[in-house]
């Protein structure tokens, strides 16, 4: 830490002990400096405390004290986060990583323990659990003893890390989801650093490896995802440079309705923001409303900040933020800490502050949010309640297929069937569960799942979602057969308020037991359904759904047999299990019938917003939050038992989980040139919307794929293949499984679905993984072509690795998610971006000619393309070359960030 530019330095006394801080209140134009958003006075501080001289200057700072919020700014800056967070499918690979560079550290004659974390970071691991059980009460325990036989080998890899590295804390299995943990126990909002018998505040700042990390800013922590690659370069001292993003502000006002959810707030405000445009941008909320906003909620709002398509979306510290701090068990001296430093800062919010300056703003009344779901497959694609049903419909008939009203939408009988008389419908697939037959149909709810960090942090909607259960036994309610439930709660102590509220056991009741705490649905984890309805699913070609609280519902991320995912709020997610359909509207018609066969309507059952807060008010505790945390990093007996592998390098024992990757062969301590690409061919050609779950699926493994064909090669039995995103550190998995989303379609294979391509010039249909490794040993570089939004979802970085494993040097897209575009930069492939109005259909792409591209020695901002097709057309055309920033380019020459740290550092020793 430095104070080289300006003298800002001060020391602060809370409680009488003395700190120092780096006072933003104290540097010159103070008039903006006050004007700037909260999040911008945080960089500001970050870049004041880390001034060096080498990644930080003077000019850094005065640049954002000259923020000018209308005009795109082009400073390029270097953000130093405090602290790491990491789940386990991408924290296993980042481990993964750090370990192969002490073994290339060791090659390149430098000392291998200077690989090593220089801010503390910690693993949650949350990821693994599967809903292979579900519906009984040792559900917990079977899916438990499943995750640790699956998952041994990973997890004895992660003790290694854990003793082998410093600043390296890992959560255990059971504790909850990253981001919950993170609210709920590991976020400081004010951190302390002591050096030389000084200790520093500093606002509490973070990077983390999934997308939600951005949960944290829901308690005004400024933090956001990135990938493993950006992630381990941060661990390492590496500042994360950026230019300064515009600030949107969000003006709330209001509060919201009687059976108006947060759930429904966070898809209201993300439609709003996706309809914005905020790609890349910082989101800020502001406003009086946030009065009435309880931290939870805000929490649940920040979540969702990449369905939105922000870096962030922060609240400002004030008392609602002491308040949660309280209620989650924080020490007093901390919350104190927190109070003093922020209102010394300019960080505090009050009711009736005049608003920053903010390069755009807009507003919501929170009356005017109304119950909503998302859905069918992007989670800005909100549906009030009321169009729930109707919008089914449509999305069926974009499928081709007309439905019926009348004779397919209603219930007659107790079993669901929707037979009118004696004649089951056309769509109709007769189904025995327990002994009854049932009529399986297009429409019918398979997954009900409550699930996800984003709703299950919240104890309104949790509440709500146990009142619903209550209600709905007392009238003799039942869930339908057909129907998975799952409640894999984010933090243990969900279950603990639940069970005090006296809530547990009607959940329990409808099947909604715990399932284990983790992020199960959402990521994809939802486990088999039962055999006769995946079958009568596959004999009709049903159209099926999902109905889940989750963040996430892209093609083929919850479960290959649900072509229609929806998100809601758990207490809907209930209402969807025990109606068992979407083409029932649930604002009209009946959930089902009591045992006089009177009709049981929602608002039957729906509970009031006092009934909610008096049960939180009853059931929720510090004391809760404190027993819970009080050994977080100890684990189980199960986990304390795992043998641990020893010495400062890894030893790499056989395993189809964990393999040294073969990304640093061959590496020398010279930088190459800046690569020439010509003759490529392109090897997977999209549309819109492509997300990382396309490239990088993260769920079940098929026996008939290249992934499944090298596992059981290797002796894997099916049973055990886990899943994809289980299998992170093993490359040879990975490489296989690089866009093998049974959803993809290439366009370049039109009659296929899933992983397969055109191998050209042959015309040969193979799969994507087969052709890449033809066109490796023709020494051919391979492009992809893709339209808007290229990248969408989840941080991760295997999404990079594995383009670049495959061979692919360069990615043409109409835009990016801001984190794939970065992960791609850090790890050598180029992104190249399409000039206004230009697309791959309006230049006449079809993705068989043979692409060259203009030189990159002068790093430009656009590049000259030359493709040239079968019949000897040529197409010229411009790029705009999506590096952009001076550190990426050195990224890139290097062949990726961590082949410039792992030279940097070998330099130093």
Same mark, same amino acid.
């Given at each position: 830490?430095?104070?080289?530019?300006?003298?800002?330095?001060?020391?602060?006394?809370?409680?009488?002990?003395?700190?120092?801080?780096?006072?933003?209140?104290?540097?010159?134009?103070?008039?903006?400096?006050?004007?700037?958003?909260?999040?911008?006075?945080?960089?500001?501080?970050?870049?004041?405390?880390?001034?060096?001289?080498?990644?930080?200057?003077?000019?850094?700072?005065?640049?954002?004290?000259?923020?000018?919020?209308?005009?795109?700014?082009?400073?390029?800056?270097?953000?130093?986060?405090?602290?790491?967070? !990491?789940?386990?499918?991408?924290?296993? /690979?980042?481990?993964?990583?750090?370990?192969?560079?002490?073994?290339?550290?060791?090659?390149?004659?430098?000392?291998?323990?200077?690989?090593? *974390?220089?801010?503390?970071?910690?693993?949650?691991?949350?990821?693994?659990?599967?809903?292979?059980?579900?519906?009984?009460?040792?559900?917990?325990?079977?899916?438990?003893?499943?995750?640790?036989?699956?998952?041994?080998?990973?997890?004895?890899?992660?003790?290694?890390?854990?003793?082998?590295?410093?600043?390296?804390?890992?959560?255990?299995?059971?504790?909850?989801?990253?981001?919950?943990?993170?609210?709920?126990?590991?976020?400081?909002?004010?951190?302390?650093?002591?050096?030389?018998?000084?200790?520093?505040?500093?606002?509490?700042?973070?990077?983390?490896?999934?997308?939600?990390?951005?949960?944290?800013?829901?308690?005004?922590?400024?933090?956001?995802?990135?990938?493993?690659?950006?992630?381990?370069?941060?661990?390492?001292?590496?500042?994360?440079?950026? @230019?300064?993003?515009?600030?949107?502000?969000?003006?709330?006002?209001?509060?919201?309705?009687?059976?108006?959810?947060?759930?429904?707030?966070?898809?209201?405000?993300?439609?709003?923001?996706?309809?914005?445009?905020?790609?890349?941008?910082?989101?800020?909320?502001?406003?009086?409303?946030?009065?009435?906003? /309880?931290?939870?909620?805000?929490?649940?709002?920040?979540?969702?900040?990449?369905?939105?398509?922000?870096?962030?979306?922060?609240?400002?510290?004030?008392?609602?933020?002491?308040?949660?701090?309280?209620?989650?068990?924080?020490?007093?001296?901390?919350?104190?800490?927190?109070?003093?430093?922020?209102?010394?800062?300019?960080?505090?919010?009050?009711?009736?502050?005049?608003?920053?300056?903010?390069?755009?703003?807009?507003?919501?009344? !929170?009356?005017?949010?109304?119950?909503?779901?998302?859905? *069918?497959?992007?989670?800005?694609?909100?549906?009030?309640?009321?169009?729930?049903?109707?919008?089914?419909?449509?999305?069926?008939?974009?499928?081709?297929?007309?439905?019926?009203?009348?004779?397919?939408?209603?219930?007659?009988?107790?079993?669901?069937?929707?037979?009118?008389?004696?004649?089951?419908?056309?769509?109709?697939?007769?189904?025995?569960?327990?002994?009854?037959?049932?009529?399986?149909?297009?429409?019918?709810?398979?997954?009900?799942?409550?699930?996800?960090?984003?709703?299950?942090?919240?104890?309104?909607?949790? #509440?709500?979602?146990?009142?619903?259960?209550?209600?709905?036994?007392?009238?003799?309610?039942?869930?339908?057969?057909?129907?998975?439930?799952?409640?894999?709660?984010?933090?243990?102590?969900? *279950?603990?308020?639940?069970?005090?509220?006296?809530?547990?056991?009607?959940?329990?009741?409808?099947?909604?037991?715990?399932?284990?705490?983790?992020?199960?649905?959402?990521?994809?984890?939802?486990?088999?359904?039962?055999?006769?309805?995946?079958?009568?699913?596959?004999?009709?070609?049903?159209?099926?759904?999902?109905?889940?609280?989750?963040?996430?519902?892209?093609?083929?991320?919850?479960?290959?047999?649900?072509?229609?995912?929806?998100?809601?709020?758990?207490?809907?997610?209930?209402?969807?299990?025990?109606?068992?359909?979407?083409?029932?509207?649930?604002?009209?018609?009946?959930?089902?019938?009591?045992?006089?066969?009177? /009709?049981?309507?929602?608002?039957?059952?729906?509970?009031?917003?006092?009934?909610?807060?008096?049960?939180?008010?009853?059931?929720?505790?510090?004391?809760?939050?404190?027993?819970?945390?009080?050994?977080?990093?100890?684990?189980?007996?199960?986990?304390?038992?795992?043998?641990? /592998?020893?010495?400062?390098?890894?030893?790499?024992?056989?395993?189809?989980?964990?393999?040294?990757?073969?990304?640093?062969?061959?590496?020398?301590?010279?930088?190459?040139?800046?690569?020439?690409?010509?003759?490529?061919?392109?090897?997977?050609?999209?549309?819109?919307?492509?997300?990382?779950?396309?490239?990088?699926?993260?769920?079940?493994?098929?026996?008939?794929?290249?992934?499944?064909?090298?596992?059981?090669?290797?002796?894997?039995?099916?049973?055990?293949?886990?899943?994809?995103?289980?299998?992170?550190?093993?490359?040879?998995?990975?490489?296989?499984?690089?866009?093998?989303?049974?959803?993809?379609?290439?366009? @370049?294979?039109?009659?296929?679905?899933?992983?397969?391509?055109?191998?050209?010039?042959?015309?040969?249909?193979?799969?994507?993984?087969?052709?890449?490794?033809?066109?490796?040993?023709?020494?051919?570089?391979?492009?992809?072509?893709?339209?808007?939004?290229?990248?969408?979802?989840?941080?991760?970085?295997?999404?990079?690795?594995?383009?670049?494993?495959?061979?692919?040097?360069?990615? #043409?897209?109409?835009?990016?998610?801001?984190?794939?575009?970065?992960?791609?930069?850090?790890?050598?492939?180029?992104?190249?971006?399409?000039?206004?109005?230009?697309?791959?259909?309006?230049?006449?792409?079809?993705?068989?000619?043979?692409?060259?591209?203009?030189?990159?020695?002068?790093?430009?901002?656009?590049?000259?393309?030359?493709?040239?097709?079968?019949?000897?057309?040529?197409?010229?055309?411009?790029?705009?070359?999506?590096?952009?920033?001076?550190?990426?380019?050195?990224?890139?020459?290097?062949?990726?960030?961590?082949?410039?740290?792992?030279?940097? !550092?070998?330099?130093?020793?």
């Amino acid at each position: 830490m430095s104070n080289n530019s300006f003298n800002t330095k001060r020391n602060i006394e809370v409680n009488q002990s003395t700190f120092s801080m780096f006072d933003i209140t104290r540097l010159p134009n103070q008039d903006a400096v006050q004007k700037l958003p909260y999040s911008m006075k945080i960089l500001l501080e970050n870049l004041l405390r880390n001034e060096d001289g080498h990644h930080t200057h003077k000019e850094d700072i005065e640049a954002i004290c000259a923020w000018d919020a209308k005009t795109l700014s082009q400073q390029q800056v270097a953000f130093t986060p405090a602290r790491v967070v !990491l789940q386990d499918f991408t924290g296993v /690979p980042a481990i993964v990583d750090l370990a192969a560079m002490r073994d290339a550290m060791i090659k390149l004659g430098g000392n291998p323990e200077l690989i090593n *974390p220089l801010v503390p970071v910690d693993l949650v691991i949350d990821h693994s659990v599967m809903v292979d059980f579900y519906g009984t009460k040792d559900s917990l325990s079977k899916n438990t003893a499943m995750e640790f036989e699956r998952n041994k080998e990973r997890y004895q890899f992660l003790r290694w890390g854990q003793k082998a590295l410093s600043n390296f804390k890992v959560v255990p299995p059971g504790t909850g989801i990253v981001h919950q943990v993170n609210l709920e126990y590991l976020a400081h909002v004010v951190m302390q650093k002591t050096t030389n018998n000084e200790t520093v505040l500093l606002p509490d700042t973070l990077v983390g490896t999934d997308s939600h990390t951005t949960m944290i800013n829901g308690l005004g922590v400024l933090g956001w995802g990135v990938g493993g690659i950006e992630a381990e370069a941060a661990m390492l001292g590496q500042p994360i440079s950026m @230019l300064l993003p515009e600030v949107i502000g969000f003006e709330l006002k209001g509060s919201l309705n009687e059976g108006a959810t947060a759930t429904d707030l966070v898809l209201t405000v993300t439609k709003m923001l996706r309809e914005k445009g905020v790609v890349g941008k910082f989101v800020e909320f502001y406003g009086d409303g946030l009065a009435n906003l /309880p931290l939870a909620d805000r929490a649940t709002i920040a979540n969702m900040a990449p369905e939105y398509g922000a870096t962030c979306g922060i609240f400002p510290i004030d008392n609602e933020t002491l308040q949660y701090l309280r209620l989650s068990g924080r020490e007093e001296s901390q919350i104190d800490v927190v109070e003093a430093y922020a209102k010394a800062q300019g960080f505090w919010r009050e009711d009736g502050a005049t608003p920053a300056n903010y390069s755009n703003t807009l507003q919501l009344e !929170l009356a005017d949010v109304v119950p909503s779901i998302a859905g *069918p497959k992007r989670p800005h694609d909100k549906i009030a309640l009321t169009k729930a049903k109707s919008a089914f419909f449509e999305h069926m008939q974009l499928q081709g297929v007309e439905l019926d009203n009348e004779t397919l939408s209603r219930f007659v009988d107790e079993g669901g069937s929707t037979a009118i008389g004696n004649k089951p419908a056309l769509d109709a697939v007769e189904i025995v569960i327990d002994d009854k037959t049932h009529y399986l149909q297009h429409g019918h709810v398979v997954i009900a799942a409550i699930t996800s960090c984003t709703n299950t942090s919240n104890p309104a909607v949790m #509440i709500a979602a146990g009142l619903v259960a209550q209600k709905a036994r007392a009238l003799g309610l039942t869930t339908k057969p057909w129907v998975k439930t799952s409640l894999a709660p984010g933090s243990q102590v969900v *279950p603990a308020y639940l069970e005090k509220a006296g809530l547990l056991d009607d959940l329990q009741a409808l099947g909604f037991d715990v399932v284990g705490f983790g992020c199960t649905t959402c990521i994809g984890n939802s486990g088999p359904l039962l055999k006769v309805v995946s079958d009568a699913i596959h004999k009709g070609k049903l159209t099926t759904c999902s109905v889940l609280s989750g963040n996430r519902n892209f093609e083929g991320r919850i479960h290959q047999d649900t072509r229609a995912n929806y998100l809601a709020s758990p207490p809907l997610v209930v209402a969807y299990a025990i109606a068992g359909t979407m083409k029932n509207d649930l604002t009209k018609d009946p959930l089902g019938y009591d045992h006089d066969g009177k /009709p049981i309507f929602l608002k039957d059952v729906w509970p009031t917003a006092k009934e909610v807060s008096d049960l939180i008010s009853s059931s929720v505790s510090a004391e809760m939050f404190k027993s819970r945390y009080k050994d977080v990093f100890e684990g189980t007996e199960q986990w304390r038992e795992l043998p641990v /592998p020893e010495g400062n390098t890894y030893s790499w024992p056989e395993s189809t989980y964990v393999k040294n990757p073969p990304f640093f062969e061959g590496i020398s301590r010279d930088v190459d040139k800046l690569p020439t690409i010509k003759n490529a061919r392109c090897i997977v050609k999209v549309g819109d919307s492509i997300t990382t779950d396309h490239i990088s699926p993260a769920g079940a493994i098929q026996a008939n794929t290249p992934v499944g064909q090298y596992l059981q090669a290797q002796g894997v039995a099916v049973k055990d293949f886990n899943s994809l995103g289980s299998r992170r550190g093993n490359h040879e998995v990975m490489m296989r499984g690089t866009f093998a989303n049974t959803r993809l379609r290439n366009q @370049l294979a039109p009659e296929t679905e899933g992983g397969f391509t055109c191998y050209l010039p042959d015309n040969e249909v193979t799969s994507i993984y087969d052709a890449a490794m033809r066109y490796q040993d023709n020494k051919t570089p391979l492009v992809v072509l893709a339209g808007k939004e290229y990248g969408t979802g989840s941080s991760r970085d295997w999404a990079a690795k594995g383009t670049k494993l495959l061979g692919i040097e360069v990615v #043409i897209a109409q835009s990016y998610e801001r984190i794939h575009r970065s992960n791609l930069v850090g790890f050598g492939v180029l992104p190249l971006e399409y000039m206004q109005n230009d697309s791959a259909q309006s230049l006449g792409l079809d993705g068989t000619e043979t692409f060259s591209f203009g030189g990159l020695a002068s790093k430009p901002k656009t590049i000259n393309a030359q493709a040239t097709k079968t019949n000897g057309e040529v197409i010229n055309f411009e790029l705009k070359v999506r590096i952009d920033t001076e550190s990426e380019w050195g990224y890139y020459q290097h062949g990726g960030i961590l082949h410039y740290v792992l030279r940097s !550092l070998a330099t130093e020793s």
